[in-house]
């Protein structure tokens, strides 16, 4: 995806692929959000979410491997929803289980939203434009990442338990890759 596209990128999810109804799509934006509290944040999330009639998940892009990671996990945990066989008791929590290729919502929730400014990727299930236009006052939109910055690749190695060597193997522009193989082990561990 161009560096200029910042309209976000609407997908759904293929029956062969991920046994999903074709029909549920999502919709993920990169964003900057200013939080001074957490709480009122989500709060102000979940009213424009009900307003709208979607489901909002936000997931720090500090802690992320890119767009596919993040559209990953929301597959993953659409997939889950679907089969009832959810881990969280809510789509939100167990996006960020898969994005954090963990069982523990405590270590998930870190994933999530924090105070002061953050880079997130916003997931919007289904896609609104009205609900986009809700969150304008929550949000600034901006463009995509290229490419994961260099400074990223040390904390993903460290949160993902990747080795230099696999790094090494693979290359840096496949850490991508490495982290969502990760993450998918989490059906796995179910």
Excluded at 122 to 150: N, T
Aim: aromatic content about 4%; overall charge negative; charged content about 25%.
């Amino acid at each position: 995806m161009k560096h200029s596209d910042i309209k976000g990128h609407k997908a759904v999810a293929n029956e062969s692929e991920s046994g999903k109804n074709p029909d549920q799509m999502y919709e993920v934006r990169m964003a900057r959000m200013e939080i001074a509290s957490v709480p009122g944040h989500l709060a102000e999330l979940r009213d424009a979410a009900d307003q709208a009639g979607v489901r909002i998940i936000c997931m720090n892009a500090e802690m992320m491997a890119g767009r596919r990671h993040a559209e990953e996990a929301i597959r993953q945990a659409l997939r889950a929803e679907k089969q009832g066989t959810m881990t969280a008791r809510s789509l939100e929590m167990e996006v960020l289980l898969y994005a954090s290729g963990q069982r523990q919502t405590s270590i998930a929730m870190g994933f999530g939203l924090h105070e002061g400014g953050m880079l997130t990727w916003i997931g919007m299930v289904p896609p609104s434009e009205s609900a986009w236009a809700k969150l304008r006052h929550l949000i600034s939109p901006c463009p995509d990442e290229e490419e994961i910055p260099a400074c990223r690749i040390p904390a993903l190695q460290k949160l993902y338990s990747i080795t230099d060597e696999e790094i090494g193997t693979v290359g840096r522009d496949r850490i991508t890759d490495l982290v969502i193989e990760r993450t998918a082990l989490l059906n796995i561990l179910k």
